[in-house]
């Protein structure tokens, strides 16, 4: 059977259009797979995510903590806002520092607690919709998928009338530091300016 090599770069348009080919491709052949190109390990199988997520001892999520021993004391302070913010994002912390802002979470997202916020979101998603249809078209990404999420986490902390189009810009600047734009040489840049200006907005 003849096998088709599949290339590193997850950002192809083959890649883009038929991702799951190519995920299935890879889980197949290759469930840990070292990627060349954005210098990490590709995880496709399920008990390797799970062995992964169950070992922070040999598996830190401490990103922050392992950019810091990578960088020089001066390339460090090029970059201290993205170490004075995203150093206390839970998705960063192992435990027992997560497993507590966890437990704190845990309560906002109860069965019942998602029963009482059912209103809100209906309501969000009505107005989304009703939008959409004077227009006569919709995007589905960008007018639903993008919209709805953040419309109901402005709701949960209290801020709804927030500039919904600068925070997902402020978003995405800071999301090239983690990966969509790895080869962008000037990453670390663009996410200190999304990262500052969204804590200046916010503040």
């Known amino acids: 059977m003849e096998t088709t090599v599949l290339k590193d770069d997850l950002m192809t348009p083959e890649v883009i259009a038929d991702p799951h080919s190519y995920y299935r491709q890879l889980r197949e052949t290759e469930r840990v797979h070292w990627n060349e190109k954005w210098k990490g390990w590709v995880l496709t199988g399920y008990k390797e ?25 001066k390339e460090q302070e090029e970059i201290a806002p993205i170490f004075k913010v995203l150093k206390y994002w839970m998705v960063f912390r192992d435990p027992p520092s997560h497993t507590v802002l966890r437990m ?20 969000i998603v009505q107005k989304t919709l009703d939008r959409v249809i004077d227009k006569g ?50 990453r670390r840049e663009i996410a200190c300016e999304g990262i500052t200006a969204l804590v200046n907005y916010i503040e």
Do not use: Q
């Not at 949960?156 to 969509?180: C, M, N, Q, T």
């Open 49 to 73: 995510c799970v062995d992964v997520l169950r070992d922070p001892d040999h598996f830190s999520s401490d990103r922050m903590g392992y950019l810091a021993n990578e960088l020089s004391p």
């Open 104 to 123: 704190l979470l845990n309560k906002l997202f109860t069965p019942v607690a998602i029963e009482r916020y059912r209103p809100m979101v209906r309501k």
């Open 137 to 186: 078209e919709m995007e589905v990404v960008r007018d639903f998928a993008y919209d709805i999420p953040m419309a109901v986490i402005l709701e949960l902390i209290g801020a709804p009338d927030l500039d919904r189009e600068k925070i997902k810009e402020w978003s995405e600047a800071i999301g090239v530091f983690f990966f969509i734009k790895a080869d962008e040489p000037k």
